[in-house]
């Protein structure tokens, strides 16, 4: 059977390679049937009709479309209604989802509308995205043009994301080390890409995983280099220095707010960390998780600018993320803002930095001064 996806852009704007829809053509591959993907996110230049005529050239028997809004989801339908083919709506782009949060989400979905028992094998796919991911082939990264997704390393080349594994009913799922040594491979030898980024769950989850991975790394020496996200309380200096041996070239670290940056030992700790990962050559980001309503949100952020990082993300539980929207839109637009003055303070001192910075955003320092001055958001 010849099946085609269609995938439509996120309700955000940045196109990100559909992880979990890869790993779904790639188990429809392997039963046989000839899978083609279609991402329109990655089209937006170019009219309707021209999205629609390589799924019309390529004549599927089925059509999967995946989509976040319904809407979208009937205006492809509509636009390919002169193709006699069953279409069959996934109810969410799986996007900047794990597979197995992604299947949950999907097969809620076709519970209401479920397919025809002909097409159950669709069902399958989703099911089989629940379990071990090294129980499927690895994801169809030749159905999608790697190379026109947004992601880069830190020295701007090319970069593609890579499940290390994920979260199924409270359980921690993750990947056989050497099937992950041995996909790092494969993207590097065929592919010819040879930066990843670890996704799905963070590095540090378990320990005896990762120094088994990272020694497998090590003994191979694939010439791969990774970014992965890790909890600032499981990382060492000697585990900073064995994941730079591994091939890491940056690093996400995540913490809790209220515990990290009220206590003035943890703070020095954290800063520590940073310094010593900067001088292995990692670049360091952080994650910090923050309680909206928390009365000192603005000191934080105002702590949070002197660490070092490269850059900071404000999160909350996803439980509550989008209620939090708004609060943490204004709080990263914030940070963003301070870290800019921690240039000049770093520069000039904390007496005469602040100073500077509020000059130089008035522009009396010259126009150069100035998009100093000026966060990168507003610059």
Known sequence: MKIAIVVLPAHDTVATLPLALSYVAAWLEQQRHIVRVHDLALHSKETP?????????????MILIAA????QAAEVRYSLADLSCTVITLGSTMRNLVPAD???LVLNHLAQIPPADEHSFILDALFALRGQLDDLPLPARHLL???RYTLTAPSQELQTNV????????????????????????????????HVLFEGVSITEDLVWLHDFLYGLMMVRLGISWEATATFASLTPELLRECRRAGCEGLRIEFDAMRVLESQSTRQAL???VREARILGLR?????MVEPRYSSLAALVDVSTTFGLSEVQFSVHPASAEAARPTLDLVNRHYRTLKRRQVFIDRFGAYLGPMLWRVGRLGLLGRAWQRVAFDEGSS
């Open 284 to 288: 360091v980001s952080g994650n910090v």
């Open 49 to 61: 009709s021209e999205h629609y005529e390589a799924v019309r050239a390529f004549r599927p028997n």
């Open 271 to 273: 800063h520590a960390l």
């Open 68 to 71: 976040d809004d319904a809407l």
């Open 163 to 194: 499940l290390i594994g994920q979260p199924v009913d409270g359980q921690l799922l993750l990947r056989n080390p050497r099937q992950l040594v041995s996909e790092l491979r494969s993207i590097g030898h065929e592919s010819g890409i040879w």
């Open 102 to 104: 992604a299947a949950t």
């Open 145 to 147: 043009p790697i190379e």
